[in-house]
C-alpha cells in the first residue's frame, strides 16, 4: 500500500474515533478498540496479525499503567477517607492567614492531586472555599480558581496521577523527568491560572453559594493526621522515583548505591512502598480495622478501572499504527514538518481535546501518535519527559462544554455557560500554555 494511502487510513481512523466518541457516545475503551481493528484491516494487516497487535498493545500498555495507577488510587483513596486532604488545607490555611488564603489553597490542590482524583479533591475541599466566600464577601472564584488550579495543574502534570502516566508509558519516558519538568511547568502555571487570575475574574464575576449546594461538611470519625504525616507520604513516592532518575544521570552503571535506588526508585516499589505505609499509618494505627482498610482499597479501584481500560486501549491503538506501518510513514511525515517535535505534541492533543474533551482521551491519543515519530527521531532521555508535560498541556486547554470539568465547575459555583467560559475555560486555557511555554523554553537548553 502506497504511503498516501496508509496516511489516508490514519487520518480516517482519527475522525471515526472522533465520530464515534462525540456523535455516537459510544465509550472511549470500545471507540478505540474498533477504530485499532479498522486502521489495521484498512492498512492491509492480515487479520491474525491484526488480533495479535492489539493483545500486546494492551498487555504491553497494562503491566505498566494498571499497576501504577491502581496503587495511585489505593493510596488517594486512603488519604481522602483519613481526612488527609483536610489537614492539608486547614495547616495551610492557618500557616498563610485568611488574607493570603488563596495560595494556601493553590498549593492545598497542588499537593492533594498527586495521590486523589481530581473531582474527589474538588469536591471535598469546596466546603472551605464556602465558608471562606460567605465570611469574607468575596466572590466564590476568589478563593474556588486558585484551588482548582492547584488540582489542575497536578492532575494534568504529575505522576502518580492517570494522565501523565499514560502518556509516559505510551511514548517510553522515565517518570522522574516527568516528575521534574511537570513541578517546574506546574508551579507557574498554578500561580498564573490560580492566585493572579483569580484576582481579576472575581472582580468580573461575583458568585455566590448556589441555593442547590447547601453541602455539608464532611464529619470525619477520628481525629485528622498530621501535617507533616500527609506532606511525607506525598513526597516519598515522588522523592524515590526522582533519585532513581538522578542516580541513573550522576553514578556509573554497577554502582551498588545506584542499583538500590532504582530498585526502590521503580514506580512499582516506589507506590507500594507509599501504599503500604498509608495502610499502616492511616489505617490500622489510627483504628480501622484490616477489614476495613481492604474495603477502601476496593472501592478505590472502580474509578481506575476506567482509566486503566481507555489507557490500554490507546496503548492498542499505538501498537496498530507502528505493526501496520501507519506509524512510520506518518513519523517520517511529522518529521519533515518544521515545527518542533514538542510542539506538534501539544497542538495534537490540543485539537483533540477541543474535538472531544476528555483529557484522558486526547492524552492516549496525541501519545499513540507522537510514538512513531519518536522512533524516527530517536528521541530519548530527558526530552521525552518534555514532551510527556506538551501533550498534558495540550490536553487542558480550552477546556468547555464536552468536559466533564467545565459541568462540576458550573454546578458547585452555580455559574451559567458563559461565565464558566469565562473563569473555568480561561483557568485551564492560561494553565496549558504557561506549562507548554515552560517545557517548549527548557527544551530549547537541552533538545
Known amino acids: ?26 465509550h472511549a475503551f470500545v471507540a478505540l478498540l474498533l477504530v485499532s481493528l479498522i486502521v489495521g484491516i484498512a492498512a492491509g494487516m492480515p487479520l491474525q496479525e491484526v488480533v495479535a497487535s492489539i ?4 498487555g504491553g500498555t497494562l503491566g505498566f499503567v494498571a499497576v501504577v495507577v491502581g496503587l495511585g488510587a489505593m493510596f488517594g483513596r486512603m488519604l481522602e477517607v483519613s481526612g488527609g486532604a483536610e489537614r492539608l488545607a486547614q495547616t495551610l490555611i492557618n500557616k498563610f492567614g485568611e488574607d493570603k488564603a488563596q495560595w494556601s489553597l493553590g498549593i492545598t490542590g497542588f499537593l492533594v492531586a498527586i495521590p486523589v482524583f481530581f473531582d474527589v479533591g474538588f469536591i471535598i475541599l469546596v466546603p472551605i472555599v464556602y465558608g471562606l466566600a460567605k465570611k469574607t464577601g468575596k466572590s466564590l472564584l476568589y478563593y474556588g480558581i486558585p484551588l482548582l488550579a ?15 502516566i499514560a502518556v509516559a508509558d505510551l511514548i517510553g519516558a522515565d517518570l522522574g523527568w516527568v516528575i521534574l519538568f511537570g513541578t517546574l511547568a506546574g508551579i507557574p502555571s498554578m500561580i498564573i491560572a490560580g492566585p493572579l487570575f483569580a484576582k481579576f475574574i472575581s472582580k468580573r464575576i461575583h458568585a455566590v453559594v ?20 500527609i506532606a511525607s507520604l ?35 516499589v516506589a507506590l507500594t512502598i507509599a501504599t503500604l505505609l498509608t495502610f499502616t499509618l492511616l489505617g490500622t494505627r489510627r483504628g480501622y480495622s484490616r477489614q476495613d482498610v481492604q474495603d477502601i482499597a476496593t472501592k478505590a479501584l472502580e474509578p481506575a478501572g476506567i482509566i486503566i481500560l481507555v489507557t490500554g486501549a490507546g496503548g492498542v491503538f499505538k ?31 490540543m485539537v483533540v481535546r477541543v474535538a472531544q474533551g476528555s483529557a484522558t482521551v486526547s492524552m492516549v491519543t496525541a501519545a ?31 477546556s468547555h462544554v464536552n468536559d466533564s470539568g467545565f459541568w462540576l465547575v458550573n454546578r458547585y459555583f452555580g455559574l451559567d455557560v458563559k461565565d464558566t467560559l469565562k473563569s473555568w475555560t480561561m483557568m485551564e486555557t492560561l494553565i496549558g500554555f504557561v506549562g507548554f511555554t515552560v517545557v517548549f523554553i527548557i527544551g530549547i537548553f537541552i533538545g
Open 368 to 398: 499513540g501518535l507522537m510514538s512513531p515519530l519518536i522512533s524516527t527521531l530517536g528521541l530519548e532521555g530527558p526530552v521525552l519527559g518534555l514532551m510527556v508535560i506538551s501533550i498534558a498541556a495540550g490536553a487542558t486547554v480550552f
Open 234 to 268: 506525598i513526597s516519598i513516592p515522588l522523592v524515590l522515583i526522582l533519585l532513581n532518575t538522578l542516580s541513573g544521570v550522576l553514578l556509573d552503571e554497577g554502582n551498588t548505591i545506584r542499583s538500590i535506588l532504582t530498585f526502590l526508585g521503580h514506580p512499582f
Open 55 to 58: 493483545q500486546s498493545g494492551m
Open 319 to 349: 501498537q496498530v499504527l507502528i505493526d501496520s506501518g501507519v506509524g512510520e510513514v506518518l513519523g517520517e511525515m511529522m518529521a519533515g514538518s518544521s515545527l518542533p517535535p514538542i510542539a506538534l505534541a501539544f497542538l495534537i492533543a
Open 150 to 164: 492547584g488540582l489542575a495543574v497536578t492532575h494534568s502534570f504529575i505522576p502518580p496521577t492517570p494522565g501523565p
Open 210 to 229: 448556589p441555593d442547590y449546594m447547601q453541602v455539608e461538611e464532611i464529619e470525619y470519625d477520628k481525629e485528622l493526621p498530621s501535617f507533616a504525616m
Open 1 to 26: 500500500m502506497s504511503d498516501q494511502m496508509l496516511i489516508l487510513v490514519a487520518l480516517a481512523g482519527i475522525f471515526l474515533l472522533l465520530f464515534l466518541v462525540i456523535k455516537t457516545k459510544l
